[in-house]
């Protein structure tokens, strides 16, 4: 019954990922009803879905947003260049937008969050217990509270909740400023700035932080938009770019300064290895490594141990 229900979804043009997903569905169901977990001991089901998996459409990761492609949206969003008005146009941020927009497409960056912490889905809006809000942004100077962002030089965010926090208890992480033009404490800042009452005590603090300037929310298609915007002017295929892109440059950025693997799993709040799929290679990282190899004189081991071959 199991690898009929798999080749019907088949055929219904499901893909694989998705009849994995209701399998796990039919499993909860069982379980939650006292029965014995049904996927227990189904080799030919788990053969199906590989087989499923081979034959379907090879997944295009998306690629990372670099520092560049940041640098790129923030001029798209504050230059009067025709080109960033077009860009603005065609996204539908207007100028008393670009702050809030810029704000959090560095938090997104630099706190490698993902869409539903920061931003409206299309026709679904926010996500009301996972999205960033003004009262959880806090700024710090010398490890001590400040009023004001402007005073600070490290802001400390909440990340209330997410898809792998199943208690909802939440979690904070902070960074200290940059100093170069693509800062997370001096945009959130420059929004704390024109948007007082959003932030702190404010009577707007619990509400979602990254609003436009009217109350509206900053929608997922606006973002991708200004990032594809930003891939083609520095030679990225646009098509490989989306909001979660924020997300894996962050990390990517950390993997690039050669951060541990594990403290990069920390700050992206992962559970699992799977985040290193995310990761993209620099090309800078092969440097060295070739005179590294090149070098090699070392002789093996197992040739002392066993001179003849044996």
């Not at 100093?179 to 997370?184: D, I, Q, S, W």
Request: proline share 5%; net charge positive.
């Amino acid at each position: 019954m199991l690898l009929d229900f798999v080749l019907w979804q088949h055929y219904m043009l499901k893909a694989e990922t998705t009849i994995r997903s209701t399998l796990y569905a039919v499993r909860f169901r069982h379980v939650a009803e006292g029965y014995p977990d049904p996927l227990l001991g189904r080799p030919r089901l788990w053969l199906l879905l590989k087989s499923l998996k081979r034959k379907g459409k090879p997944t295009k990761r998306k690629y990372p947003v670099t520092v560049p492609m940041m640098k790129r949206v923030k001029w798209l969003l504050f230059s009067d260049a025709p080109a960033a008005i077009a860009a603005r146009a065609e996204a539908d941020v207007a100028v008393a937008d670009a702050t809030v927009v810029w704000a959090g497409c560095t938090t997104a960056f630099f706190f490698m969050l993902r869409g539903g912490e920061w931003l409206a889905h299309d026709g679904r809006g926010y996500d009301a217990a996972k999205v960033i809000v003004g009262a959880g942004v806090v700024g710090y100077r010398a490890g001590a509270k400040v009023d004001t962002l402007s005073q600070a030089n490290e802001v400390a965010v909440e990340v209330r909740a997410s898809k792998v926090d199943q208690h909802n208890v939440g979690t904070w992480r902070n960074h200290y400023m940059s100093g170069l033009e693509v800062c997370p404490v001096a945009a959130l800042a420059d929004l704390q700035r024109q948007f007082p009452q959003r932030f702190t005590r404010g009577s707007e603090a619990l509400k979602p932080l990254f609003r436009r300037a009217s109350g509206a929310p900053v929608l997922a298609s606006q973002v991708k938009v200004l990032l594809r915007h930003a891939a083609e002017r520095e030679g990225i295929p646009v098509d490989r770019m989306g909001t979660h892109s924020l997300r894996i440059g962050g990390a990517t950025a950390l993997l690039h300064g050669k951060v541990p693997i594990e403290l990069i799993k920390r700050m992206g709040r992962w559970v699992s290895e799977s985040f290193q799929r995310y990761l993209w290679e620099a090309n800078e990282d092969a440097k060295d490594l070739a005179r590294i190899m090149a070098s090699d004189t070392s002789t093996l081991a197992v040739t002392r141990q066993d001179p003849g071959g044996r």
